[in-house]
């Protein structure tokens, strides 16, 4: 009598886990989901119709804008590779209790311990990160190696490509600024 109040009692337990915990992380995982789709989906409508009325010489602009929204559609991602193992653990559990399976908990450990590292690779690793990444390795690598590696010579043409197009938009910029300002009597004479 007392094991079955105990095996309830754990029943009862596994359940509540599940309702409380599982329930609510799975339905905020597909909320964000949903809501990043349809966000998405009425940003490109409104940024092809915004690029259809404007001049082209916006849309490196919109590109930069999309490239980091996107970044935001890893965290559902994030989610479901942190929490499906864990997930799939707990369902077995209730379905068959006493019987664990090793492999199933190492992974369901390992992943929900490697949510920050998915986050920090998804949100923090920009250009920004890459570049001084690339100094650091720059600095304290010796010559020999630093020409072998192929991946530093590609970041540093990539700064210097982002160095370019900063100046020349900081240089369109401060044009089209002046052409609005300077009255066109003073530039006709």
């Known amino acids: ?3 079955s109040l105990d095996s309830f009692s754990t029943c009862m337990y596994e359940i509540l886990h599940l309702i409380t915990f599982y329930l609510p992380l799975w339905g905020a ?3 964000n989901g949903f809501t990043y789709y349809q966000v998405n989906r ?8 915004a690029v259809g009325m404007s001049d082209r010489s916006s849309q ?18 994030i989610l479901i590779g ?3 193992f864990a997930t799939i653990n707990r369902l077995y559990d209730f379905a068959n209790p006493g019987h664990k399976i ?6 369901d450990i390992g992943f929900a311990g490697l949510m920050g590292l ?8 920009n250009s920004s990160v890459r570049r001084a990444i690339a100094e650091r390795i720059d600095m304290y690598l010796p010559e ?8 530093l010579s590609r970041l540093r043409s990539q700064q210097e490509n982002e160095l370019t197009s900063l100046i020349l938009e900081s240089n369109n910029t401060i044009t089209e600024t002046t052409m609005r300002v300077t009255p066109r009597s003073s530039l006709a004479g």
Not at 42 to 49: E, F, G, H, I, V
Not at 61 to 71: C, E, G, I, M, P
């Open 1 to 3: 009598m007392l094991r």
């Open 29 to 31: 995982i597909l909320y």
């Open 42 to 49: 009425m940003l490109n409508n409104a940024t092809r119709m």
């Open 60 to 77: 490196s602009d919109v590109r930069a804008d999309k490239k980091a929204f996107n970044r935001w559609g890893y965290y559902p991602l």
């Open 82 to 84: 942190s929490w499906a």
């Open 102 to 107: 090793f492999w199933l908990s190492i992974l």
């Open 118 to 125: 998915f986050n920090s690779i998804a949100y923090g690793f």
């Open 144 to 151: 020999r190696i630093k020409r072998s590696l192929p991946t």
